[in-house]
């Protein structure tokens, strides 16, 4: 992987790498270039074809070689966000932030404030953040005008889908709403197929969260035509329950069950492990699951039934669509 390296020779150890989106990667590694051990770091925005210039993120010119970690601290936050350690996203994450602060870079500064109000995600998404202080979203409200200042599209929107996860986990369907509609809308024109697809779904649930079952399953049905050409099997899991809550809302048991032992077995073969995240998001506003109305006799074979469906089958069953007009996908499932 291209690191923008100088040319003179150097000794290079501990790369880490994280994704921000299609095409957006971060690299931080350490070299001697300077004649100590410093950590530097680069991004990509199109997917490698061009970088830029090697920072250096440390300022170790004497003393000892190891000087400070938080040039990495971006990499070990993303670690801790998905294992939900918050306490440790939030040190990590806060020590990434500072650092941008003192280099002054913005569009740093602004991924750096995203990141850490994510950190904060963690304690919303789990109910043991205030509504209040949630709503008021200081850090993504900064990050926010510095995208809008900087003209960064994609970031601007980044910072509308979080506002709008904010409300959706507090709670607030109608406010999640309207800030998933707005960053919908920036990221079609950023031509971001990607975040399309997860505004789609999330702007989704908070529809189907106020019983608006026919407008979202249309919504829903968009999000999972992207998601299966782009072959995210993550986001094609967490579709198949929007759709089952979607089809028991309008009274379709069967197809509801059907979907619901999908996306359970869809897990199992993949290892995604999100087939139970909307039933959790769903009990914000009370809407049920074929968990909760169907009976565990009937569930169960319902579930084997959808679980017996090959994957393609699934996605036409879901979609309402004969299998030979499903769109090309680049879904590899294991057996």
């Not at 971060?26 to 950590?39: E, I, K, Q």
């Not at 319902?302 to 089958?313: H, I, K, P, V, W």
Request: a negative charge; glycine letters at 10%.
């Amino acid at each position: 992987m291209p690191c923008a390296p100088s040319r003179a020779m150097t000794n290079a150890i501990f790369p880490a790498a994280t994704s921000g989106g299609p095409g957006d990667f971060r690299v931080w590694w350490m070299d001697t270039r300077t004649g100590r051990w410093n950590v530097w770091y680069t991004s990509t925005t199109d997917g490698g074809a061009t970088w830029s210039p090697a920072v250096r993120l440390s300022n170790a010119v004497s003393g000892e070689p190891y000087k400070s970690r938080r040039g990495f601290a971006e990499a070990y936050g993303g670690v801790a966000y998905w294992q939900s350690d918050a306490p440790a996203a939030r040190r990590l994450y806060g020590e990434q932030l500072e650092l941008w602060r003192e280099i002054g870079d913005k569009r740093e500064i602004a991924n750096a404030l995203f990141n850490r109000a994510y950190a904060d995600m963690i304690d919303v998404m789990n109910g043991k953040a205030a509504t209040k202080e949630a709503s008021d979203a200081p850090l993504l409200n900064e990050a926010l005008e510095l995208y809008r200042e900087l003209g960064d599209v994609g970031g601007e929107a980044n910072i509308l889908w979080a506002l709008g996860s904010i409300n959706f986990f507090t709670n607030n369907a109608a406010v999640a709403e309207g800030w998933y509609l707005q960053s919908l809308e920036l990221h079609r024109s950023a031509e971001n197929r990607t975040m399309e697809a997860w505004s789609l779904h999330m702007l989704g649930l908070s529809i189907l969260g106020q019983r608006r079952f026919t407008e979202g399953l249309e919504v829903v049905r968009h999000a999972l035509r992207h998601f299966y050409e782009a072959g995210d099997v993550a986001g094609i899991t967490l579709v198949l329950d929007d759709l089952a809550i979607a089809a028991l809302g309008l009274g379709e048991t069967a197809r509801a069950g059907r979907l619901w032992g999908a996306a359970r077995h869809l897990q199992e073969r993949t290892g995604t492990g999100l087939a139970d995240y909307v039933q959790q998001t769903n009990e914000l506003f009370g809407v049920p699951t074929p968990k909760d109305l169907l009976s565990p006799e009937e569930l169960s074979v319902l579930s084997a039934e959808g679980a017996a469906m090959s994957f393609d089958e699934v996605v036409a069953y879901a979609l309402e669509v004969p299998a030979g007009e499903l769109p090309s996908s680049h879904v590899e499932v294991p057996t």
